[in-house]
């Protein structure tokens, strides 16, 4: 059965057009103004919402296998559509490690088994992410989204020449989580107002800079394509906007959260805990400036959940991480679009183009392509609640915040996987 979405505001980076997406047979078989539609096609309207392409994160962590009390890839998933995701790109921090086609295939056969949307895995970088011996990245190319030691990062930088060197014999992409532990002391929030007033150990931004500095230059004389994962601080911004101007082959993103708070936001609650810690504002304005002229190819919510009682043991005791697949958009609107400071267009680009773009994925809002949508109202108003998400994680530093716009379809392949009621 054909179905069309009629009199939407149809989104698709470049602006906003009203019109109607015909689809059929799982696929966007027309867009246009009043399209002529057989008997018997479902219609929803769509007057006065959005209409975008379904959203794309390429850095999640759904724990399955090996964690399935903090999210499995069901919980994840159905999280990601409640959000208007219908890609996302899920990281190694597994058990066991997806390092060989035997323990990647067991992830594999969990999402082909629970999935509701796309969920593309990672692979490691090194065996169990431990940065002694590069996997075989020939054997593992083609099986996954790209390469990461996501939470450890590369330390050696030979091993990490090695890896990209690898990479650009097979053209597959390396995702860094750029952290230098010999410059971590012990800190677990950012080395700023906020930790010296509270008696905190902090962690100095030089960190992710000091290891994006070395990376940029390795993926400059490699020809490697290099992705920086969930960039904080000033420092980075401008490191990747002068290697792109040189032409090196990298792409980023950043977070809502590091877009819209700082160390300022801080409570003595973990759940403003997450790795990297939120910054100064001086950082959180670069990064809006980033995004805005494309330095920030896109936004990824770093999806991290963890237990409540991993999360309660306040801002030194609790683990690194927070959730966020459900209040990105809503977040990102409420702080960044009614104020004025980032337009609809380039956010709606940071959450589907942009990261499908970086990681050669298909997708967006044209025919031909599959029928993934997201359809929002931008009137909404509501307040986050951690109690309504479908993610078992519920650590949120947007917990109570008012907001405006809600997801309220998301179709993949044409199909409702999330719909409001």
Known sequence: MDRLLKGGILLDGSGQRRG???IRDGRIAAIGPDIIFASGTEVTDCSGRFVSAGFTDIHVHFREPGQSYKETIRTGSLAAAHGGYTTVCAMPNLNPVPDSPDTLALEQE????????????????????????????????????AFSDDGSGVQDEAMMRR??????????????????????RGGYIHDGRYAAAHGHKGICSESEWGQIRRDLLLAEQTGCRYHV????CAESVELIRRAKARGVRV??????????????DLQEDGRFKMNPPLRRAEDREALIEGLKDGTIDAIATDHAPHSAEEKSRGLAGSAMGIVGLETAFAVLYTDLVLTGRVSLERIIEA????????????????????????????????????????????????AGKAV??????TLKDGEPVWQAA
């Open 251 to 264: 792409t980023c993103e950043t977070g809502p959260h590091y877009l819209t708070l700082c160390e300022d």
């Open 404 to 409: 405006r716009s809600r997801i309220v379809l």
């Open 110 to 145: 969990i999402i082909d088994r629970d999935a509701c949307i796309r969920v593309l895995p990672y692979a490691a970088i090194t065996r169990g992410r431990k940065g002694l011996e590069l996997v075989d990245f020939a054997a593992l190319k083609g099986r996954c989204a």
């Open 229 to 232: 994962c969930h960039i904080s």
């Open 20 to 22: 109607d997406v015909l």
């Open 163 to 184: 890896a990209m060197e690898a990479a650009a014999r097979e053209d597959v992409i390396i995702a860094a989580h750029c952290e230098d532990n010999s410059l971590l």
């Open 351 to 398: 959450l589907t183009t942009g990261p499908c773009n970086a990681f050669r994925l298909s997708g967006g809002l044209r025919p031909g392509e599959a029928a993934d949508l997201t359809v929002i109202d931008p009137d909404a108003a509501w307040t986050v609640d951690p109690a309504d998400f479908l993610s078992l994680g519920k650590a949120t530093p947007f």
